[in-house]
T-cell receptor, first 111, second 115 residues
Framework: ETGVTQTPRHLVMGMTNKKSLKCEQH?????MYWYKQSAKKPLELMFV???????ENNSVPSRFSPECPNSSHLFLHLHTLQPEDSALYLC??????????FGSGTRLTVV | AQTVTQSQPEMSVQEAETVTLSCTYD???????LFWYKQPPSRQMILVIR??????QNATENRFSVNFQKAAKSFSLKISDSQLGDAAMYFC????????????FGTGTSLTVIP
């Protein structure tokens, strides 16, 4: 247990479905992130929240919708995804200048 | 934007031997952080080692050490006495101190440890 918990670990969804990914941290960190990890590509930063406020949105399509109700929880709402959105979605948290603490990720397959 | 390059997609090492993973980065900043992360098959990204750019001394963590060459913008990871549990993907990462909490990752190096 690393302090950052992601659920579910695996998710298969159709292109017309709506689903949500959940991330939870109890480390007292003030920043949380969503990353997309695809094979043979660098990790792609999707969203950053600092003190529950979204501070970055790296040109992510609107079919991905983040939500941060409090500093311990982060969601990624998914709807009408495409097969190319299949990837490992990693959540991370951090405190000021320290490194990230990552969750184990959600392996998403869009069929 | 900063870029991080890992030129070795795959590496292998004999158990108990030493291996070095390469990483270069491009930046115009003078102060930043560099990291190596390990991602085993369990998918958990684990922090291996961290280096502050203002420190000349190379960071070490047990069997893991770095060779930080600031002028050359190089940040290699040396794993000594390699163990089977070291087999994983290794990612080099750059953290800017000027763009909030933004990290930049390389594409990773897959390390195989041969018994």
């Amino acid at each position: 247990e690393t302090g950052v918990t992601q659920t579910p670990r695996h998710l298969v969804m159709g292109m017309t479905n709506k689903k949500s990914l959940k991330c939870e941290q109890h480390l007292g960190h003030n920043a949380m992130y969503w990353y997309k990890q695809s094979a043979k590509k660098p990790l792609e930063l999707m969203f950053v929240y600092n003190f529950k406020e979204q501070t970055e949105n790296n040109s992510v399509p609107s079919r991905f919708s983040p939500e941060c109700p409090n500093s311990s929880h982060l969601f990624l709402h998914l709807h009408t995804l495409q097969p190319e959105d299949s990837a490992l979605y990693l959540c991370a948290s951090s405190q000021e200048r320290y490194g990230y603490t990552f969750g184990s990720g959600t392996r998403l397959t869009v069929v | 934007a900063q870029t991080v390059t890992q030129s070795q997609p795959e590496m292998s090492v004999q158990e108990a031997e030493t291996v070095t993973l390469s990483c270069t980065y491009d930046t115009s900043e003078s102060d930043y952080y560099l990291f190596w992360y390990k991602q085993p098959p369990s998918r958990q990204m684990i922090l291996v080692i961290r280096q502050e750019a203002y420190k000349q001394q190379n960071a070490t963590e047990n069997r893991f050490s770095v060779n930080f060459q600031k002028a050359a913008k190089s940040f290699s990871l040396k794993i000594s006495d390699s163990q089977l549990g070291d087999a994983a993907m290794y990612f080099c990462a750059y953290r800017s101190l000027n763009t909030g909490n933004q990290f930049y990752f390389g594409t990773g190096t897959s390390l195989t440890v041969i018994p």
